[in-house]
């Protein structure tokens, strides 16, 4: 469902998030794909300027910053893969699940088109709108079609493409970031529940059969996370807390916030279950949040559903000396692997 896609032999996989950029390069070989290289740094590390949380397009104000740090990953690692698959941020999307009668293939765009009108808050010439069709089922005695709309305000896009431009890069498609989850974490006949815990917000995707289905922008966040164990502890919070900082509190405290996050999760958790009539097999945790262990074993005590932690390069071929490192920082590199896998399948179609 990339907004504007070309099809690449090779491909780069970026995440551009609020604190870091992660970068992911692979390739595929005989049948199997390759991790060729990958790469992370910190913005403010690299510029001295940190990007500010703001309701409409934080990224535009810091286009070159951006850009300045993705040149430098891609030369410290000797990246020369272009083309890339670039992470869409939930927080400046819209990404929508609803149905629609089942009808001719003509008529259907008009269709989705009249619900985005209904169901997006902005007026429709100043966003970029993509969708899938991800099911046909059975309602009511009536066949119905599942919908999956991805609405970016024109702004973002906009912003994502002087980004690519500045760090000279060929942008193969934006895509949000469930899209990068349903091939990296997607499984056949089965749905999986992917919790990306990040900096400004926590985002659930939930993956039926490899196909994205819904996916939620919670406002529960590390920042927020880490903002309220401060103030029941005597950790001083400020923006730039690292998260080690939460190791230092009292379990008893990370437990409790644990649980505030799980509920937000239960709701979406339980409407999709008995809305769909399916059950969710396994639930990933992801995003420099997952880190948290007390979030890993509140959701084991308390959901009836396998929980792990991400680990994008399962599936993945790698030189062994790498094993333990990718399985440490697995969750901060999900989402640019996934965008890269993502990549290298537009090949197949």
């Known amino acids: 469902m990339p907004i504007f896609s070309n099809k690449t ?18 390739s595929e070989n005989s049948k199997k794909v390759w991790l060729k290289n990958y790469g992370m740094a910190k913005i403010k590390e690299i510029t001295g300027k940190k990007i500010k949380e703001t309701k409409h397009d934080p990224f535009s104000p810091f286009v ?4 300045e740090t993705i040149k430098i990953i891609l030369r410290e690692a000797g990246i020369k893969t272009k083309k890339s698959f670039l992470a869409l941020p939930d927080f400046s999307s819209f990404l929508i699940s609803f149905e629609v009668p089942k009808m001719k293939k003509e008529e259907v765009e008009s269709a989705i088109q009249y619900q985005a009108r209904q169901r997006v808050p902005l007026p429709l010439n100043e966003v970029t709108l993509d969708w899938n069709l ?31 431009e500045k760090a000279g890069l060929k942008v193969g498609a934006l895509d949000g970031e469930i899209m990068g989850f349903s091939e990296i974490f997607g499984k056949e006949e089965e749905v999986v529940m992917a919790v990306n815990i990040k900096r400004w917000s926590t985002s659930v995707n939930i993956i039926n059969d490899k196909k994205p289905m819904q996916s939620s922008s919670l406002n529960v966040s590390l920042d927020n996370f880490k903002e309220n164990v401060a103030s029941v502890t005597e950790i001083s919070y400020n923006q730039n ?81 790498l094993e333990d490192l990718l399985k440490e920082s697995g969750p901060d590199f999900s989402v640019a692997a996934g965008m890269s896998l993502l990549g290298l399948r537009s090949l197949e179609k």
């Not at 491909?11 to 870091?20: A, F, P, V, W």
């Not at 009511?140 to 493409?161: I, K, Q, S, W």
Request: charged fraction near 35%; proline fraction near 1%; glycine fraction near 4%.
């Open 9 to 26: 032999e090779r491909c780069l996989g970026i995440d551009i998030g609020s604190n870091t950029i992660n970068i992911v390069e692979l």
């Open 241 to 321: 807390n690292k998260e080690e900082d939460l190791e230092k509190s009292d379990e008893r405290v990370k437990r409790a916030l644990a649980n505030e996050l799980l509920k937000k999760v239960q709701e979406i958790y339980e409407t999709y279950t008995t809305s769909k009539e399916r059950r969710i097999n396994q639930i990933i945790l992801t995003g420099r949040g997952a880190k948290i262990r007390e979030i890993e074993e509140v959701f084991n005590e308390n959901l009836d559903t396998e929980v792990d932690i991400a680990n994008p390069f399962k599936n993945i071929h790698y030189t062994a000396i």
């Open 64 to 67: 070159d910053e951006i850009a």
């Open 134 to 164: 991800t099911d046909i089922r059975e309602k009511d005695g009536e066949e119905v079609l599942d919908v999956f709309l991805l609405a970016v305000p024109n702004e973002t896009v906009r912003t994502y493409r002087r980004i690519a």
